[in-house]
């Protein structure tokens, strides 16, 4: 009997990545999850990896509750098969009203049409001093 190899083709286009940053700016954190795969795993700086898609929608609701706002912006977006990179510069506005903007750089391992893995380097150890 032969068996049967679906490979899941990778479709995040460019203005579901914009949409998705959108979501983030706006804290929207039902939208952000939408773009998770159930088993996504999520690596945030020098944290350890949260597993899941409701374990980091609780991180992330949980972020967004110790920042006033957040801008991301000059995205430079690069592709490959199943695979998308983002670098860009984001703003994070402390509770306090004063500011913090840093360079980062993000990587989206992808199936079908949601991530499967989301890791961010960034350096934003300035953010909570």
């Known amino acids: 009997m032969p068996i049967l190899c679906i490979k899941a083709i990778a479709i995040m286009t ?4 914009h949409d998705f940053y959108a979501a983030i700016d706006r804290f929207d954190t039902e939208s952000f999850a939408s773009y998770l795969d159930d ?6 700086a ?5 597993t899941g ?3 980091i929608f609780e991180f992330v609701a949980g972020f967004f509750q110790s920042i006033k706002a957040i801008r991301h912006k ?6 490959l098969e ?4 983002v670098m860009g510069n984001v703003t994070y ?6 500011t913090l903007s840093v360079d980062f750089s993000h990587t989206f391992r992808l199936i079908g049409n ?4 989301y890791l961010i380097f960034i350096d934003n150890s300035e953010l909570f001093k």
Do not use: W
Not at 93 to 98: A, K, N, P, Q
Not at 114 to 117: A, G, Q, T
């Open 14 to 17: 460019m203005k579901d990545i």
């Open 39 to 44: 088993r996504a795993r999520f690596k945030f």
């Open 46 to 50: 020098n944290i350890p990896v949260i």
């Open 53 to 55: 898609k409701n374990h």
């Open 74 to 79: 000059n995205l430079e977006i690069y592709e």
């Open 82 to 85: 199943g695979i998308r990179f």
């Open 93 to 98: 506005t402390r509770l306090d009203g004063s």
């Open 114 to 117: 949601k991530i499967k893995e």
